[in-house]
C-alpha cells in the first residue's frame, strides 16, 4: 500500500523492538545501543513501520535473528515503529539515534541528494538485472541506486461479477464506461463505486496516467496540462451522479465496503484479494483504472516500501551487508514476506515468478495486468507536491473554481516542493 496513506490506517499496530545476538532474542529499549554485552562488534538498529498484517513482526524479527546467525558480529535490533511512522522516522534521520537501515514508503530524490541515504549499486550486483526497472528506476538518482524495494503493493479496480452480469453492464474499459457503469449500479441501499472516503482517493493521479499524462517528467510538473485538466475535471461526473460512496466506515485500503455489497465496484489493492475470495469466492474480477478515453493508458498503481541505508549512521558497511542479505540474496524471504502476511509482489522477477500464490486465479492476473499497465509515482514526487494536487481535485469535483486555474495554482506549489527535492 502506499505508505503515506497507510500510516494510521490497517498497518497501525502498536509493537516494541528486539535485539537478536546469534539467533537469540533479548528485550530492549527502542534507542540505538551500538554493540552487544554478547560478543558482537557491531549492532544495527532496523526501523519498520507497524504493519497491520498478523505475523509481519515476528517474521521480521526472524530474519534478523538468521541474519545474525549467519554474522555473529553483528547484533540487529529491529523497532517497531506505530503510529505516524514518516514523521517519527523524519524527526529522527535529522539525530545522532537515526536508525542504521529504514523503510521508506514511495522513495523520493531528496533523501539521496540530502546525503541522507548511501548508494548501495555493489550490493546489487549481478542481480539487478532480476529486479524490475520500475523499481530500479524508483531508487535511482543520477545513475546511482540508493534503495532495495521490499514490496509492491499493486492497486486496481474489484468488481462483483453477478452483480454487473445482472445489470447487463460489462466490465468498465473507458472512462465513459466506468461513469455510466456507477451511474447505473446506483440503488437506493447502494452506490456503484467506492474509491475513497473523500471520493477523492487516487483517482486524479490515475485520472492523469490514464490520459497519457505524467506528474512530473524531466523535472517539470504535468498535472496542469490541457489532458491532465481534461481528465481531471471529468471526475466531477461521478460526483454530480451521486454514484460515489462517500463516508464508510472504512476507506478504500479496506475491502469492507465490496465485500458487504455496499459499492460492487472498488478501488482497493491486492493485499485484500485473500479476504475478498474468502468472503465472495470467484464472484469478483480485476482490472486496471479505465482508460480516460479510447487510446488512453489503463493503470495499475503500484506503490510499496524501500529498504535505505543511513549514510550518515556509525554502522554503513554493516547495514549494507544486512540489505544485501536480506531483500537481495533471500529470495526464500522476499516471498514469504510477500505471500505469507498480507498480499503482495516481490520485486525481484525471479521471486515473483516462483511465488505460489501469485500463479493463478486473479492473483496471477494482476500481477500480468501490473506488469503492463503499472505506474508508480516518480521519485520527485512527495506529500508536498501531491497535497496541493489532491486540494485542487477536490474543489474541482465539487464546482469550487474554474479547473485549469485552480490546478495551475496546485502545479506551482507542486513545482516548488520537486525542486527542493532536485537540489
Known amino acids: 500500500m502506499s505508505a503515506q496513506r497507510a500510516q494510521l490506517s490497517r498497518r497501525g499496530f502498536l509493537g516494541g523492538s528486539l535485539l537478536f545476538v546469534a539467533g537469540a532474542a533479548i528485550g530492549c529499549s527502542t534507542n540505538p545501543t551500538g554493540g552487544s554485552s554478547s560478543g558482537a562488534k557491531t549492532t544495527l538498529n532496523v526501523w519498520s513501520h507497524a504493519y497491520g498484517e498478523a505475523g509481519t513482526q515476528q517474521a521480521l524479527n526472524r530474519y534478523a535473528a538468521a541474519f545474525t546467525k549467519a554474522n555473529p558480529d553483528i547484533a540487529v535490533k529491529v523497532t517497531w515503529v506505530p503510529g505516524d511512522y514518516t514523521a517519527k522516522l523524519n524527526a529522527s534521520l535529522l539525530t545522532d539515534a537515526a536508525p542504521d537501515v529504514f523503510e521508506h514508503g514511495d522513495f523520493t530524490q531528496g533523501l539521496a541528494r540530502r546525503g541522507q541515504v548511501a548508494a548501495l549499486d555493489e550490493q546489487y550486483g549481478s542481480t539487478k538485472a532480476d529486479f524490475t526497472q520500475s523499481n530500479l528506476d524508483r531508487v535511482t538518482v543520477d545513475g546511482k541506486l540508493y534503495g532495495v524495494k521490499m514490496i509492491d503493493d499493486v492497486m486496481m479496480l474489484y468488481y462483483r461479477k453477478s452483480v454487473l452480469a445482472k445489470a447487463g453492464i460489462a466490465p468498465p474499459q473507458t472512462f465513459d464506461a466506468l461513469v455510466a457503469a456507477a451511474k447505473a449500479l446506483t440503488t437506493k441501499k447502494s452506490k456503484g463505486l467506492f474509491v475513497g ?63 458487504q455489497g455496499v459499492a460492487p465496484m472498488q478501488w482497493c489493492g491486492l493485499w485484500a484479494m485473500p479476504a475478498i475470495e474468502k468472503a465472495l469466492g470467484d464472484d469478483f474480477g480485476i482490472l486496471p483504472w479505465p482508460a480516460f478515453k479510447a487510446g488512453g493508458t489503463p493503470v495499475m498503481r503500484v506503490g510499496g516500501w524501500t529498504s535505505c541505508v543511513n549514510a550518515k549512521g556509525k554502522n554503513v558497511d554493516a547495514a549494507k551487508k544486512f540489505v544485501q542479505w536480506l531483500w537481495i540474496e533471500q529470495t526464500e524471504h522476499q516471498k514469504d514476506w510477500s505471500e505469507s502476511y498480507g498480499f503482495h509482489v516481490p520485486p525481484r522477477k525471479s521471486a515473483a515468478a516462483s511465488a505460489d500464490k501469485l500463479t493463478k486465479g486473479a492473483a496471477r492476473e494482476t500481477v500480468v495486468l501490473a506488469a503492463k499497465y503499472g505506474a508508480q509515482n516518480p521519485n520527485t514526487w512527495d506529500s508536498a507536491s501531491g497535497t496541493p494536487f489532491a486540494a485542487a481535485a477536490a474543489k474541482i469535483v465539487a464546482g469550487q473554481g474554474d479547473p485549469a486555474r485552480l490546478l495551475a495554482d496546485a502545479a506551482g506549489k507542486a513545482q516548488s516542493a520537486v525542486d527542493k527535492q532536485l537540489t
Open 197 to 259: 472516503n473523500d471520493g477523492i482517493g487516487d483517482t486524479h493521479i490515475l485520472q492523469v496516467f490514464s490520459n497519457g499524462g505524467q506528474l512530473v517528467a524531466d523535472g517539470k510538473v504535468g498535472f496542469a496540462t490541457p489532458q491532465a485538466v481534461e481528465a481531471v475535471t471529468a471526475l466531477k461526473r461521478l460526483h454530480d451522479d451521486k454514484s460515489l460512496l462517500l463516508g464508510f466506515t472504512t476507506d478504500w485500503w479496506d475491502p469492507a465496503a465490496f465485500v
